[in-house]
């Protein structure tokens, strides 16, 4: 099967299974991606973290200490980046030498900051379980398993970035304001779209629709590039 329809084939499945309880491992880790965002914009650019939680109800956050105005603007900003970052780095890594080493380094990454950040909790157990399939893969040493599965993860999280600026944030603010969706949260909560906009006094809806564009160039980028690059092999 050709990469690309490899990869419409896992987005479609995920699409359809999306609210179902075998893909939430997969929106699970999505969210870890999402909060790895904002904890390595905290390191860079911030005094660091202090806590670092993912909760089984797929919400989560990082506490974290900013020198400033500017400190908290690229803080706030770092959920998004996180989301569509790191999840394009997974499918580009899969075509390099470090192929191999993608899920490990996953497994490794987040198990450190789980024991460092958030102590005995669910994000911990999470991390756990996430290592030991990670090792029973590589114990397996099957390369088309571990190609398929390092897809799977790497499209799932495309998926959740894009969810996460379109729905959560994009259709949510037109809900806010038009009530299109009786019940569905009727007051502002307190995403990071809302976090910017407080910031900048620009609207959230903006934010998110800044971030809903620069998630689908990104990843037409990088799909395309693939398709690219064998073409013209």
Known sequence: MKQTGRYFLILLVVIVLWNTTIIKPLRLFAVFLHELGHAFMALIFGYGIQAF???LNESGYVISQSKGWFSSFMIANGGYLGSVFFALLIL??????????????AAIVLLAVSIRFSGFSFTLLY??????????????QNEKLNDWVIDIF???SVAYAIYDTFVDTVLLQINLKL???KGWKVEQPQTDAAQLAEMTHIPALVWGLIWLCIAIIAVNAVLLKGKGTKSRR
């Open 179 to 181: 009530h299109l969706i």
């Open 53 to 55: 939680k993912v909760n």
């Open 154 to 156: 790497g499209i799932g």
């Open 92 to 105: 580009y890594l899969k075509r390099t030498r470090f192929k191999k080493l993608i899920l490990g380094s």
């Open 127 to 140: 991390s756990i379980i996430f290592a030991v399939f990670v090792i029973a893969l590589y114990m397996i």
